[in-house]
């Protein structure tokens, strides 16, 4: 095992403390209800993600992406380690963190308009104040003239766009997205993508994504962090340097370093479901990096 210099630990440690989320040396357990049986899905795990950052998590099945994106979320107590937001410790859920889950989670019963301001209402903002703000992020998720309709009169793109609006309208520092476009067809998902740099950018969210899929990671990140086989770690990040503004699906497919990029990541995800050595190396497109 390698012991990191002086210099470098202290690099560290001030990225750590200059970052909006912190994780450090996390490990997660978790008891199934049913069995009784303990999983340990984390150990070990450092990541930091920066202000105003995109950044994408992926790795193989069963690594524990949704298991630390919970644990951010303050949904699971760590077993040891910490999990940080702005310097202070993480410990339960909060309005500062707005989670969009895989799932819709609309209720049925209510319009298009009230589920995009629940949250609002549940903070006591009054009816007139909460329907502008939700009309507002409403209209950023490109969703216009629908307010009235009720959930099940939406296809599964527009279900998640008023998720992701219902969220923006909270006004959350941090915006925990965990494969909230797995459900939706291809070309559904491309839209959502498209439309999801062109959100997090006005916004200036800082964002954690986790996705199965390493050209939906490349098209949304910043930086791409690579988890090894459970218990996960992260094992590499790389730097994703294609502009947001030029960040279309029809300018990355004619892209060489597009496709170099992703065949660089697909080589890490499959090296560490390998179980290869931890030691990432270097491209012309991207620089990955002990995490």
């Known amino acids: 095992m390698s012991v990191a210099s002086p210099t470098t630990a202290a690099a560290a440690v001030a990225k750590r403390e200059h970052a909006k989320l912190a994780v450090t040396d996390l490990t997660l357990d978790y008891v199934n209800p049913e069995t009784g049986a303990a999983h340990r899905a984390v150990e070990h795990l450092d990541l930091t993600v920066a ?33 940080q937001m702005n310097g202070v410790e993480v410990e339960g859920p ?10 819709y989670a609309l209720l049925p019963w209510m319009t298009v308009l009230d589920n995009a301001a629940l949250g609002l209402k549940l903070r006591g903002m009054a009816k007139p104040q909460r329907y502008e703000e939700a009309r507002r992020y409403l209209a950023i998720a490109n969703l216009h003239g629908v307010e009235h309709k009720y ?11 008023v998720a992701v ?3 923006l309208a909270n006004t959350p520092e941090v915006m925990l997205m965990d494969e909230p476009f797995a459900a939706v067809d291809a070309q559904t998902r491309m839209v959502l993508q498209e439309e999801l740099v062109r959100i997090a950018a006005r916004s200036q969210l800082t964002v954690l994504f986790i996705t199965h899929s390493v050209e939906e990671a490349i098209f949304l990140g910043d930086r791409v962090a690579v988890m ?9 990040t790389v730097d994703v340097p294609f502009p947001k503004a030029a960040r279309t ?10 496709g170099a990029l992703r065949d660089r990541l697909l080589d890490l995800v499959r090296a560490s479901g390998a179980g290869a050595p931890s030691t990432p190396g270097t491209t012309a497109q991207a620089a990955a990096t002990d995490a």
Do not use: Y
Not at 228 to 236: F, L, N
Not at 249 to 258: E, G, K, T, V
């Open 94 to 103: 909060g309005a500062e963190r707005g989670v969009v889950f895989q799932e």
């Open 51 to 83: 202000a105003n950052e995109f950044l994408c998590v992926v790795g193989p099945s069963g690594c524990g992406k949704s298991t630390l994106l919970a644990a951010i979320a303050g949904f699971l107590p760590p077993t040891a380690g910490s999990i």
């Open 249 to 258: 699906w029809a300018s990355l497919n004619s892209d060489p370093a597009f």
């Open 165 to 167: 609006a219902r969220t």
């Open 228 to 236: 090894s086989p459970g218990p996960g770690h992260v094992r590499a």
């Open 151 to 161: 959930p099940h009169e939406l296809s599964g793109g527009m279900k998640q766009r």
